[in-house]
T-cell receptor, first 113, second 112 residues
């Protein structure tokens, strides 16, 4: 079974631009979560989608948004990029039940200059 | 609110020796507990989880973890460390359908 895939793997943007990251979950998984990982802040939760509905949301500004499609694929968008948005963005999928483990993709490394 | 603490930023152990990576948690109800490992420039890999039942949980690559409700701990252990175990380890907790909360991570360094 194919793992979680994320595209693109690397991205360089300038301040003020916007970016869209994509995540394809493991086949059959209905839940997709997004995390931001930085050396200083560690792993911070962005949002979780389950069957196209946002189930949980982290404490990030409204510039960060996401959605999930009917095939469970998910996208996250960051508008008006800031230097502090430079990070590794990780997507994880699971079956969706509370006891189910999440499987992570390799991440998208975003650099904002 | 739920939280996870990994009190050690780094753990050093010699190859062949037992290793322990510590994790304590705080939830108001019953926890779902997880351990993940991250190798450089990679995503996180699932190691093991505790949902209910036996307090000793066995997982991938020879790792195991012991759930201790009275001490609210879920320490990761391995009887004999390998150099290839060197990586960043994360403990995570979830209560119900709340978010999965991760600890800050512990870097494990296994010396030859």
């Amino acid at each position: 079974k194919a793992g979680v895939t994320q595209t693109p793997r690397y991205l360089i943007k300038t301040r003020g631009q916007q970016v869209t990251l994509s995540c394809s979950p493991i086949s059959g998984h209905r839940s997709v979560s997004w995390y931001q990982q930085t050396p200083g802040q560690g792993l911070q939760f962005l949002f979780e989608y389950f069957s196209e509905t946002q189930r949980n949301k982290g404490n990030f500004p409204g510039r960060f948004s996401g959605r999930q499609f009917s095939n469970s694929r998910s996208e996250m968008n960051v508008s008006t990029l800031e230097l502090g948005d430079s990070a590794l963005y990780l997507c994880a999928s699971s079956m969706g039940d509370r006891g189910h483990e999440q499987y992570f993709g390799p991440g998208t490394r975003l650099t904002v200059t | 609110a739920q939280s996870v603490a990994q009190p050690e930023d780094q753990v050093n152990v010699a190859e062949g020796n037992p290793l322990t990576v510590k994790c304590t948690y705080s939830v108001s109800g019953n926890p779902y507990l997880f351990w993940y490992v991250q190798y450089p420039n990679r995503g996180l890999q699932f190691l093991l989880k505790y949902i209910t039942g036996d307090n000793l949980v066995k997982g991938s690559y020879g790792f195991e973890a012991e759930f201790n409700k009275s001490q609210t701990s879920f320490h990761l252990k391995k009887p004999s460390a390998l150099v290839s175990d060197s990586a960043l380890y994360f403990c995570a907790v979830r209560e119900g359908y709340s978010t999965l909360t991760f600890g800050k991570g512990t870097m494990l360094l296994v010396s030859p």
